[in-house]
């Protein structure tokens, strides 16, 4: 079975320019998370959604982020406008059920320069 | 509120040494549970263990085994005979049950395992 599916995997763009990083749950989970990994803050959950609904996004750094999931197997995370603070790691994970081990995706690095 | 402490930022061992990873936890919730996940060099995050709050038995799984102490609020890692490929970032994360499905994670311990 194929794990989160995250992409890009790489992404550079300047200050100011809208970036969005795509993530495919596991297919069956129910839950899709986002974090976001700093050296400063570590990892950091931005927003979970629970059967596509948004649940919890009080982790979402400011209105510049924002988060939809369409359908069960497709979630987005846009920025815009990019600040270099941004420039993390960012992860998507995905569970069966609130409580169960969530799988992780292999990240996107994203740099703002 | 829920808090993971790894107080260890870095350990070093040579190859084949035992090694402990602690993990403190604080919340006043009576039902949570308890992960480990491991982040190698590559950048992944892989699951290793989950338990819940309620299940204390230890738990080994080949050279690496858990012991939870709720009495010490804790839940230590350990690898018997390390190998140089357990080498990673090794976190330790705490779930709270009920209306919220967050994991928190401690600031993780960074293990690099020599020859």
């Known amino acids: 079975d194929a794990g989160v599916i995250q992409s890009p995997r790489h992404e550079v763009t300047e200050m100011g320019q809208e970036v969005t990083l795509r993530c495919k749950p596991i297919s069956g989970h129910d839950y899709l998370f986002w974090y976001r990994q700093t050296m400063m803050r570590g990892l950091e959950l931005l927003i979970y959604f629970n059967n596509n609904v948004p649940i919890d996004d009080s982790g979402m750094p400011e209105d510049r982020f924002s988060a939809k999931m369409p359908n069960a197997s497709f979630s987005t995370l846009k920025i815009q406008p990019s600040e270099p603070r941004d420039s993390a790691v960012y992860f998507c994970?995905?569970?069966?059920?609130?409580?169960?081990?969530?799988?992780f995706g292999p990240g996107t690095r994203l740099t703002v320069l | 509120a829920q808090k993971v402490t790894q107080a260890q930022t870095e350990i070093s061992v040579v190859e084949k040494e035992d090694v402990t990873l602690d993990c403190v936890y604080e919340t006043r919730d009576t039902t949570y549970y308890l992960f480990w996940y491991k982040q190698p060099p590559s950048g992944e995050l892989v699951f290793l263990i989950r338990?819940?709050?309620?299940?204390?038995q230890n738990e080994i799984s080949g050279r690496y085994s858990w012991n939870f102490q709720k009495s010490t609020s804790s839940f230590n890692f350990t690898i018997t005979a390390s190998q140089v490929v357990d080498s990673a970032v090794y976190f330790c994360?705490?779930?709270?049950?009920?209306?919220?499905?967050?994991?928190?994670f401690g600031t993780g311990t960074r293990l690099q395992v020599t020859l």
């Open positions: 338990r819940n709050s309620f299940d204390e």
């Open positions: 994360a705490l779930l709270i049950t009920g209306t919220a499905s967050k994991l928190t």
């Open positions: 994970a995905s569970s069966i059920g609130g409580g169960h081990e969530q799988f």
